[in-house]
């Protein structure tokens, strides 16, 4: 008689443990896609959302950027990105850590001349308060320019 209690547990137990962590793959596939549409839509309030106080991103150039500035970056960026796309998304979950892997293509108009360029980025979020936050990025540019 207390098998069947206990069968009944774990599988309540499972089936709690699996919609939060399905939760917390789409809390951070929404960041993820939030963030990078933000770049075109030039939206600061996506950063100050998503991304904690003390956040460190390391751009392609090998610049550290505090929030501050990577606000001010998605704000008034120096070479405005018309659009992105979003590619190879892989997502992972080790507790109250997760960790966003992607490739973006971002299309942007320099001297008059419509280019692309392509990076792989890595995003490492905590979750604070039941909430997940962007604690680190990196950024790799692919095209090698």
Not at 5 to 14: D, I
Not at 95 to 111: D, K, L
Request: with cysteine; aromatic share 4%.
């Amino acid at each position: 008689m207390h098998i069947p209690l206990l069968l009944t547990a774990c599988l309540l137990l499972s089936t709690v443990s699996a919609n939060a962590q399905d939760a917390d793959y789409n809390a951070l596939r929404n960041h993820n896609a939030d963030w990078i549409q933000a770049y075109p839509e030039k939206d600061t309030a996506v950063i100050h959302r998503i991304a904690a106080d003390d956040i460190v991103m390391i751009t392609p150039t090998g610049t550290r950027l505090s929030k501050k500035e990577l606000i001010r970056n998605v704000g008034k960026p120096a070479t405005p990105i018309t659009s992105a796309t979003i590619d190879n998304v892989d997502i992972s979950v080790k507790g109250n850590i997760g960790i966003v892997v992607a490739q973006v293509e971002f299309t942007m108009v320099v001297n008059g001349k419509e280019t692309t360029i392509k990076n792989n980025y890595m995003d490492i979020y905590e979750k604070r308060d039941g909430r997940w936050i962007a604690i680190a990025a990196h950024v790799t540019r692919l095209d090698g320019k």
